[in-house]
């Protein structure tokens, strides 16, 4: 019977060499991460005395999401869609006539990024209510 201790011994030696030839996997470099940004807007696209529409677009998907009110200290109010996009709008209903309303626009949780991107306060009129005289549908 012969002893294994020398085999071990050569099995050992033997890993250890080839895993001295195998060339070490280096890791990738990391990609730049691009923080979300508004590349255009917001702007309002279309206002009447009860409704509003802003829109914005961003350089990568992202959150969709419009503080608003009527005192530009205290935007209280929110609207958004459940996602967003590159192109983001938001259509604001039940507003007051003839009222100045104060918006911020932000685009949260840029995709890939994990950013967030809010655009300078601005501000619409919404129109005059018009009284209903005579026929009216």
């Known amino acids: 019977m012969k002893p294994i201790f ?17 060339p070490l996997l ?8 691009v923080s979300v940004e508004i590349t ?6 279309s206002v009447t005395d009860t409704t509003a529409v802003i829109a914005w677009s961003t350089n990568v998907n992202a959150g969709t999401v419009l503080h608003y009110g009527t005192d530009p200290n205290r935007l ?8 967003g996009g590159l192109t983001h709008r938001v259509n604001l209903k039940d507003l007051k006539p003839d009222t100045k309303y104060y918006f911020q626009a932000e685009s949260p949780k840029g995709q890939g990024t994990g ?3 809010t655009a300078p306060p601005s501000s619409f009129r919404t129109k005059v209510a018009v009284a209903c005289t005579g026929r009216c549908t």
């Open 76 to 83: 209280q109010q929110t609207a958004g869609m459940p996602w």
């Open 26 to 33: 280096k890791e990738e470099p990391a990609l730049p991460s």
């Open 6 to 22: 020398p085999i071990l011994i050569m099995i050992v030696a033997i890993s250890t060499w080839m895993a001295a030839q195998t």
């Open 40 to 45: 255009q807007g917001p702007v309002v696209e």
């Open 115 to 117: 950013t967030s991107a």
